[in-house]
T-cell receptor, first 109, second 120 residues
């Protein structure tokens, strides 16, 4: 069963912040985040393991609440290069990495 | 270092034809997988493998076959193409880890550049 991402789409001006959420109905072992530019392959952003950790990558960070089976991706001070579709991938029993339907992010000058 | 290589990049098939999408990786990754991407549906897992000789079904396996005879290669076969299989197909691979028989996806997925398939 695919994890649910929200919102489906976000429009931002440069410098604004955004949060993308990912939730699952199953227990999760880990959560992956990827960004895909139009016409390209998805590119890895970060992985969060169970334990409720938060990770950061430049101005992009994420949290993982395993009790709530949720993860959130935080984009601060957005840049034009942040535009693309963001996917979360969740790992839970029985040993499959399943992706959500994606969140399309557009950043304008 | 080539990473994950998919061929062909584009393919047009007629309904009922068969074909094989090729995927090869040179990173000695245990895990290989095939996803299809359709508008509004995200990336859906077709089949995956955790090592040579081991394959399993994903979310949408019907109409597709796979095999994993070597660590490097993971071809996807369409036995009788249907218009519903028109999609962009991505192959992805990664290392695996785990303890006590529990597999963990703790490493990034490396994606190929995709194959755009049209079935008429």
């Amino acid at each position: 069963q695919q994890p649910v991402q929200s919102p489906q789409a976000v429009i931002l001006r440069e410098g604004e912040d955004a949060v993308i959420n990912c939730s699952s109905s199953k227990a999760l072992y880990s959560v992956h985040w990827y960004r895909q530019k139009h016409g390209e392959a998805p590119v890895f952003l970060m992985i969060l393991l169970k334990g409720g950790e938060q990770k950061g990558h430049d101005k992009i960070s994420a949290s993982f609440n395993e009790k709530k089976q949720q993860s959130s991706l935080y984009l601060t001070a957005s840049q034009l290069s942040y535009s693309g579709t963001y996917f979360c991938g969740t790992e839970g029993p029985p040993d499959k990495l399943i992706f959500g339907t994606g969140t399309r992010l557009q950043v304008f000058p | 270092n080539a990473g994950v290589t998919q061929t062909p990049k584009f393919q047009v098939l007629k309904t009922g034809q068969s074909m094989t999408l090729q995927c090869a990786q040179d990173m000695n990754h245990e895990y290989m997988s095939w996803y299809r991407q359709d508008p509004g549906m995200g990336l859906r897992l077709i089949h995956y493998s955790v090592g040579a000789g081991i394959t399993d079904q994903g979310e949408v396996p019907n109409g597709y076959n796979v095999s994993r005879s070597t660590t490097e290669d993971f071809p996807l076969r369409l036995l009788s193409a249907a218009p519903s299989q028109t999609s962009v197909y991505f192959c992805a691979s990664s290392y695996l880890s785990g303890e006590d028989g529990q597999i963990s996806y703790n490493s990034p997925l490396h994606f190929g550049n995709g194959t755009r398939l049209t079935v008429t």
